[in-house]
C-alpha cells in the first residue's frame, strides 16, 4: 500500500483503521483481523480508552512492530506539558510500545491555552525518539499557519473530518504546501456517504459500492490518508478495496457538486472553524 512519507519522520499508509469507538475484545480482535488482511496502520487515542486493547492485538500480531504504523492523541485538557508528557507515557504503556509512530494532539485547548508551550512538550517527545512524528487534529488553519509559518513546529500531520459531504481545501491546499500529510477522520461520514444518489450512481457504474467510492474519492488526493472504521472483517475487506476503484473526472465532477459543509463531529469544545 502507498505510503506517506515526509522529511519530519511520518511513515504513514494511506489507508488506516479507526478505532473509536470499539473497546476491550472486540477492538482487539478488529485490530487482529485488519492487521491479517494487510493494513498496517492504526488509529487510536488517549480517549478512547482502547489503546490497552490496541496494545494486546499489537502484541499478538505476527506483523513486525516496524511494519506497522500507529498513531495516538492527547485528549485537549493534558495539554500543560507535564500532562502531555504523562498522557504521552500512558499511551505508550498501554500500547506496549516503546515507540509511537505519530502523536498528534487531540483537539485544540480552551480560553487561555498557552499553544506554544503544548507544542514545545511535543516536539521534545519527537527529539527523544520515543516518537517518530508528530501533529495536530482538529486545528484550524489560523491556528495550523501558527504552529508550522511562525513557531516552526515540525508538524508531520494533521488529522480532521474530511469525506464528500464536507469539504478541506485550504487546510489540504496548506498540508499539501507545507509536506504534511492529512488525514482524513470519519471518511464514510459514519456511512452517510452511501445515501447521495450521485455516489450510488458512481458506484453503480464502476460496479463498486458507494462506501468505495467515497474512500478512493479521498485516497487519490495526494498528502491525503484515511482511516474507516471498521469492526468486520467483510467491511475491512470492502474498504481495502477500494483502492482497486478507479473513478474518473466525470466522477469527481459529480462529488465536487454535493455539498461541501456536512460537519459530523462538532463537539462543545471544538474550535472556530473558520
Ligand atoms: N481526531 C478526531 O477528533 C477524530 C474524530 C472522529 C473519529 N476519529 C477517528 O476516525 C475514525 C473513523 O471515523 P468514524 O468512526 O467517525 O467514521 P467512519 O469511519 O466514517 O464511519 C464508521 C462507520 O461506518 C461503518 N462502515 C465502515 N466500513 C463500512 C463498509 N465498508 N460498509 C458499510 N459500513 C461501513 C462502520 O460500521 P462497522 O464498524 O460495523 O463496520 C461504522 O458504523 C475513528 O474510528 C477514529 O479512529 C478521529
Redesign the pocket.
Known amino acids: 500500500m502507498q505510503t506517506l512519507d515526509n522529511s519530519l519522520g511520518l511513515s504513514m499508509p494511506k489507508l488506516g483503521l479507526?478505532?473509536?469507538p470499539m473497546l476491550d475484545q472486540a477492538c482487539s480482535d478488529a485490530v487482529c483481523t485488519a492487521l491479517d488482511l494487510g493494513y498496517r496502520h492504526i488509529?487510536?487515542a488517549a480517549a478512547y480508552n482502547n489503546e490497552a486493547a490496541v496494545g494486546q492485538a499489537l502484541s499478538r500480531t505476527s506483523v513486525p512492530r516496524e511494519a506497522i504504523h500507529v498513531t495516538s492523541?492527547v485528549w485537549w485538557d493534558k495539554l500543560a506539558p507535564a500532562d502531555l508528557r504523562a498522557s504521552f507515557e500512558a499511551s505508550l504503556k498501554a500500547l506496549r510500545l516503546d515507540y509511537i509512530d505519530l502523536f498528534l494532539i487531540?483537539?485544540p485547548g480552551r480560553g487561555d491555552w498557552n499553544m506554544e508551550r503544548s507544542l514545545d512538550a511535543l516536539a521534545a517527545l519527537r527529539d527523544s525518539g520515543k516518537a517518530k512524528a508528530i501533529g495536530v487534529?482538529?486545528f484550524p488553519l489560523p491556528m495550523l499557519r501558527r504552529a508550522v509559518e511562525e513557531l516552526h513546529v515540525p508538524l508531520a500531520a494533521l488529522?480532521v473530518?474530511y469525506?464528500v459531504s464536507l469539504g478541506q481545501q485550504p487546510l489540504l491546499d496548506f498540508c499539501q504546501q507545507h509536506g504534511l500529510a492529512l488525514t482524513a477522520?470519519?471518511?464514510?461520514?459514519?456511512?452517510r456517504v452511501t445515501q447521495f444518489p450521485e455516489i450510488q450512481r458512481i458506484a453503480e457504474k464502476h460496479g463498486v459500492?458507494p462506501?468505495q467510492v467515497a474512500l478512493k474519492w479521498l485516497l487519490d488526493q495526494p498528502n491525503v490518508a484515511a482511516?474507516?472504521?471498521?469492526?468486520?472483517l467483510a467491511?475491512q475487506q470492502?474498504?481495502l478495496d477500494s483502492l482497486k476503484v478507479q473513478l474518473d473526472d466525470e466522477d469527481r465532477a459529480l462529488i465536487a457538486g454535493l455539498p461541501k459543509d456536512q460537519r459530523l463531529?462538532n463537539p462543545e469544545f471544538a474550535p472556530r472553524w473558520d
Not at 227 to 232: R, Y
Open positions: 479507526g478505532t473509536w488509529d487510536t492523541k487531540h483537539w487534529a482538529n488529522q473530518e469525506h477522520y470519519s471518511p464514510l461520514a459514519r456511512n459500492l462506501s482511516i474507516p472504521k471498521a469492526a468486520s467491511n470492502s474498504n463531529v
